[in-house]
Structure formats: structure tokens, C-alpha cells
């Protein structure tokens, strides 16, 4: 693989501060689990991630995108190729009266504090929510009855071949825990979000009840990527892992949290072979126990 050819030729147009060799993912992924990237880039401006993708593809080298690394579990032995990480580095966000235009690696936390300055009501249940805009529209994150389906008016995405262009939202196909980008490998570039007038005191108080109870059910202290299972119709899934006796159980340092079962924590030193070694135990035992079929909300990437 010519990974030394392409960080030369991506060194002509991206600073090299933003092209990491050998890039640990411990450091980019919430799990903190996860060898070692071939190449990282960190890109600043679309052309950037244009010129990625144009090189990779001369190159015949593979790359995949991420956001901010909050529903991801890399692999131990890490990432073949180039991981272009959209999140701090491609973060520009600007208010326009009722809708909030965002580059793809803004944090919805911060698009949140945004709303809530500009006294702008509708993003509130993504107030906790970890990720970046671009990660939250492909897999339509959503929160306490909130999804983004219900806030996002149109997204600018990017084909593999690096062309640009606008999807509406009906275009976007919002559904559970998927969307169209996801479903065509599309990345998203920025989204504009559309939402509505509000009283900052009402807006506050929802935040803060919504914060109250992520802290309160949540192991916010561990690191981990969120909900490990989707929702099974009918069912809650940390329930079901709870009723299966699991709550606790741990492989190594993988553990389904004594807080909440539908999260596994990260102790110390899991890696992805406990996390995954676990997932199955969890979704073997759920199955005997009520005939239910989890599915895991985590994508999982890299080289065991």
C-alpha cells in the first residue's frame, strides 16, 4: 500500500500538522479503545477532503470517515488506509434568524449552547448527545423523543468521486438509526438546521432536565460509546440485558454497566475483542432468555 505516496501528495495542499502518521484511535474514539491509523487527516476546508479522496482513490489506498469517535469501536490491531476525522478542525457555525448553519464537525453539544443563546428551541434533546453534526445526520441521532429528521431542513454531502451537492430533507431518508447518507456512503460537508423561537428560560429548563436525568441513568464517568443495541420494536434493550442477569458482567475490562445495561464501559484496558466478546454473551443470553435479536448502534472498523 502506498500510504508514504499518499501523505506526500496530501502534504501539497494539507498543513502537515494535519496529516498524523501511525495515529493511535485510543485517543480519537470515546471507548478509548483501538491501534494505531496508518494516516489521520485532519481536514480544515472541503477542498481538503476532496483532494483526500482523489488521492486515495490514485493510490488505490482505502479511507473511511469519522466524526468525533462517539459510536465507534476500532479494532486492536487499528486502521489500514486513511482516516479523515471531521470534527474540531471543520467545525464553522452561523445563525441566520430562525436556522443555524453548520459545518459537518461542530459538536451538537455546542450547536445546542448556540440554539439556546440565540433563544432558538428544538435541539435541545442534543444537548448530551456526544457527536458531531456530520456523524448525528448519518445515523439520525436522536435523544428523549428528539431526532435529527426533525431539525435538519437540508445537508450539503459529498460522493466518494468528491462531488457536492444539496439533499432536502425528505431526500435524506431519515429512518431509525439510518439515513440515505448512511446507506450511500455519502459525507456530509454542513447541514442547515432549522428551528424556532424561543424564551431562553424555557429552553434552559429543558436542557437542564434532560441533563439531570443523562447523568442520573447514565455512566457518563466510563468511557464508552453510548448505546451499545438499537431499540428491538416493543422492547428497551438495557432492560432486557438487565432482566438477563448481565448487569456487571464484564470480559476483561469490557463490562455492561452497573448503571445502565444498554451501555458497555471501558474499566481501564478493554480492548475490542473483550468489547466484542461481550456483545455476543449479551445478545446470546437476550436471545435464549425472550427470543429477542439485538442489534448493535456501534460501528465497529478496523483490523482484529
Known sequence: MNINEVYKELSNIIPEEQLLRDESMKDHTSFRIGGPADLMVLPSEVEHIRHTLKVCQKWNVPFMVMGNGSNLL???KGIRGVVIKIANTFNGVW???????????ALLS???KKALQAELKGLEFASGIPGTLGGAIVMNAGAYGGEMKDVVARAKV???????????????????RTSYVQKKGLIVLEAELALSPGRYEDIKAVISELTRRRQEKQPLSLPSAGSVFMRPPGYFAGKLIEEAGLKGFRIGDAQVS???????VNLGNAT?????????????????????????????????
Open 74 to 76: 476500532v479494532m486492536d
Open 95 to 105: 445563525i441566520e434568524g430562525c436556522c443555524i448553519r453548520a459545518q459537518s464537525g
Open 258 to 264: 452497573e448503571k445502565h445495561a444498554g451501555f458497555i
Open 272 to 304: 475490542a475483542k473483550d468489547v466484542l466478546a461481550l456483545i455476543k454473551v449479551v445478545q446470546q443470553r437476550v436471545k435464549e432468555k425472550y427470543g429477542v435479536e439485538l442489534k448493535p448502534e456501534i460501528r465497529v472498523v478496523g483490523e482484529g
Open 158 to 176: 459529498m460522493d466518494a468521486q468528491g462531488n457536492d451537492f444539496y439533499l432536502r430533507n425528505a431526500e435524506l431518508e431519515f429512518g431509525y
Open 110 to 112: 455546542v450547536l445546542s
